[in-house]
């Protein structure tokens, strides 16, 4: 059983900063594709990062330049830090684990956590 569990969501104004941390427990996460899918309001769902096992990462271009995923091995926990947030960016942000695909169509993960909101005042 994969568990994914969200943490580090809330209230930021634009310009700020937050980071997103996704602790598993029944998958290794340095051995499997993960990720970060958000949902936003009225808009269609989208990948916005993942980092494959090998460390290689994709972002999706509205985050390009502004977000980073990491993974810390020993903690078996995904990060999303993110930077200089815009209103646009206001959503729930899932993490995601196991896909085939790269980069991972946000359909195609395999397991996803309960979500955390993440709200970008102006």
């Known amino acids: 059983q994969v568990q994914l569990v969200e943490s580090g969501g809330g209230l930021v104004q634009a310009g700020g900063s937050l980071r997103l941390s996704c602790a598993a427990s029944g998958r290794t996460l340095s051995s499997v594709t993960t990720g970060w899918v958000r949902q936003a309001p009225g808009k269609e769902r989208e990948s916005v990062a993942a980092i494959r096992w090998t460390g290689i990462t994709y972002y999706a271009d509205t985050v390009k330049g502004r977000f980073t995923i990491s993974r810390d091995n020993a903690k078996n926990t995904v990060y999303l830090q993110m930077d200089s947030l815009k209103t646009e960016d206001t959503g729930v942000y899932y993490c995601?684990?196991?896909?085939?695909?790269?980069?991972?169509?946000?359909?195609?993960?395999?397991?996803r956590g309960q979500g955390t909101q993440v709200t970008v005042s102006s």
């Open positions: 995601a684990a196991e896909s085939t695909q790269w980069p991972p169509p946000v359909g195609e993960w395999n397991y």
